[in-house]
Every structure is written in C-alpha cells, then in structure tokens.
C-alpha cells in the first residue's frame, strides 16, 4: 500500500515532545504469591504527542490540509520523527524472497519499520524503485549492511486539529496525538 507522507517542511515542533511505548501483559497471581505473564503483542504500541509552536499562514494551512487528506485518524501515514529516524549500518539478513526488512533499533530491541529513504548499502546509494515501503532487494546478496532514514507509520489518535492564532501571521496547533499503525 502507497501511504501519504507528512509535510516535510513542518517541522518546527515544540521541545516539550513525548514518546510512549506501551506492552499489553497479562498477570496471573495465585494465593501463594507466585505469578505467570503473558504478553499479548508481539511489538509495543507507541504514542507520540506534539504540537506546533510556530506555523506561519502557510504552514497551518498546510497542516489543516494534510489532516483533511487523512480524514482525522482514519488513515495511516508516514511520519518523519525528529528524533528517531535514521538507522546507520544496520546488520540485515535477506528472508526466504531475497528482501531485506529495514528496522528500528532502541538499544536492543528492534521491530520493522514501514518507510525508508536515502538507503545506502556501504558506500552504494539504492535507488528507490527497488524499495518498497521497508523493504527492499539488493543484488542477490543475503547479508548486509544498510543506513537510512525511516518513518513511522502513524495515525492521528483524534479526528480534530486545532490551531490557535498568537498574531497576525503567527500561529500554533494544540497538542495531538499519533499512534503507531501495525499493517
């Protein structure tokens, strides 16, 4: 599936940014105290929640436009992180049909990402019509190792957007939210 990609040139988000991960475990205890978990998800559900300080006419335009695109929290896009969006000469091992997933590493952990750009293998850039959302071919080879940006799959977790207007030509949008789409 083609997915719409956030307006690149929004980009001037407040510091005050959060990031959640969350796990849905169950936990059994019996009288004895002794407990058994169980997760029910194999990836974590993540929420990001922002909000724009400065957007000019243009810009919250742009923005009202892009959540009308996406109808609200109806369909998924892909959202260029500030912070955690590139990977740098990750290991990757080819599946049964030749094509390499491209991944988000926190610290150990890793899970598939759905977007990627500006992929390089070594020193090679890979051109895009090889790479289809994360994952792409290279060559024949089975193991390399890749660098590149890459999106998050997101929704907005509400159907409204609000922009406050600060001044003439200066605006900001209320704080929203954007949950993690598992295809």
Partial sequence: MVYKVFPS????????????QSW????QKAGSGKIRTMCNQSLPSWTI???????TDADYRQLL??????????EPFLWLDPEDYQETDVP?????????QAVMR??????PVEGITDLMVGEQKIDGANIDGGRF???????????YKYYWLVRFADDA?????????????KSFKLEVVRP
Avoid: H
């Avoid at 040139?9 to 959640?20: E, F, P």
């Avoid at 990757?92 to 390499?100: K, N, P, Q, V």
């Avoid at 926190?106 to 899970?111: A, K």
């Avoid at 957007?161 to 949008?173: H, L, P, T, V």
């Fill in 65 to 74: 436009g892009f959540v009308a695109s996406v109808k609200g929290g109806f």
């Fill in 92 to 100: 990757l091992t080819a599946d049964s049909e030749g094509y390499f």
């Fill in 106 to 111: 926190m610290g150990e952990w890793q899970e």
């Fill in 137 to 147: 071919t290279f060559d024949g080879a089975t193991n390399i190792r890749a660098s």
């Fill in 49 to 55: 929640e922002t909000k724009f300080n400065m957007l």
């Fill in 24 to 27: 849905n475990t169950t936990v």
């Fill in 161 to 173: 957007m609000s922009i406050e207007r600060i001044f003439y030509g200066i605006n900001k949008s």
């Fill in 9 to 20: 040139n929004l980009v001037k988000l407040d510091w005050k940014s959060t990031k959640k």
